[in-house]
T-cell receptor, first 114, second 116 residues
Framework: DAGITQSPRHKVTETGTPVTLRCHQTENHRYMYWYRQDPGHGLRLIHYSYGVKDTDKGEVSDGYSVSRSKTEDFLLTLESATSSQTSVYFC?????????????FGQGTRLTVV | DQQVKQNSPSLSVQEGRISILNCDYTNSMFDYFLWYKKYPAEGPTFLISISSIKDKNEDGRFTVFLNKSAKHLSLHIVPSQPGDSAVYFCAARENAGGTSYGKLTFGQGTILTVHP
């Protein structure tokens, strides 16, 4: 298994509070991603990083911010959580290189906003 | 605008028979297609991929077929086993001028149930 750790694994938070989810990798992969999984939508890309301090928006980035200060850590922050952000969040990593395609996923963080 | 679609929410098959999972896409810039498998409370795990320049890729019991003219791909599992019961996601990577950053676009998923 790829060395990806997400924390926390479960969290319940109140509407309007800030929340930070952490993704830590031990594979030294260049690319890191945050996806959310919702019924009927599959997995949708929130933000991604292509290097330290290099990040960009994905398909559903509104209400989220990210930071990557070290190769191994990618943080996802909900500035002010809303009920629509109740979801399962997955971190993924992949390596650059010719023919390299697949991304490896963490175990997920189940976030409930009440 | 869903660029990758899995139109069957669920599929039920008997152990030992073939499972066929389907996926359609709209973006001609996709250069790789992937299938992931997901068990409850776990992250998706990579199964198999295919380049857009190929029409078939096989790995053990899993074969992916690509029909570029129809913008359609399918995953065949033969023979199906109860342990194959999971959610299967189709995904695609866009070749954005050679710099895709590995971003994947996923379909909605299909729940496969294999009955003993």
């Amino acid at each position: 298994d790829a060395g990806i750790t997400q924390s926390p694994r479960h969290k319940v938070t109140e509407t309007g509070t800030p929340v930070t989810l952490r993704c830590h990798q031990t594979e030294n992969h260049r690319y890191m991603y945050w996806y959310r999984q919702d019924p009927g939508h599959g997995l949708r890309l929130i933000h991604y990083s292509y290097g330290v301090k290099d990040t960009d928006k994905g398909e559903v980035s509104d209400g989220y911010s990210v930071s990557r200060s070290k190769t191994e850590d990618f943080l996802l922050t909900l500035e002010s959580a809303t009920s629509s952000q109740t979801s399962v969040y997955f971190c993924a990593i992949s390596e650059s290189g010719q023919g390299v395609v697949e991304a490896f996923f963490g175990q997920g963080t189940r976030l409930t906003v009440v | 605008d869903q660029q990758v679609k899995q139109n069957s929410p669920s599929l039920s098959v008997q152990e030992g028979r073939i499972s066929i999972l389907n996926c359609d896409y709209t973006n001609s810039m996709f250069d790789y297609f992937l299938w992931y498998k997901k068990y409850p409370a776990e992250g998706p795990t990579f199964l198999i991929s295919i380049s857009s320049i190929k029409d078939k890729n096989e790995d053990g019991r899993f074969t992916v077929f690509l029909n570029k003219s129809a913008k359609h791909l399918s995953l065949h599992i033969v023979p199906s086993q109860p342990g194959d019961s999971a959610v299967y996601f189709c995904a695609a990577r866009e070749n954005a001028g050679g710099t895709s950053y590995g971003k994947l676009t996923f379909g909605q998923g299909t729940i496969l149930t294999v009955h003993p």
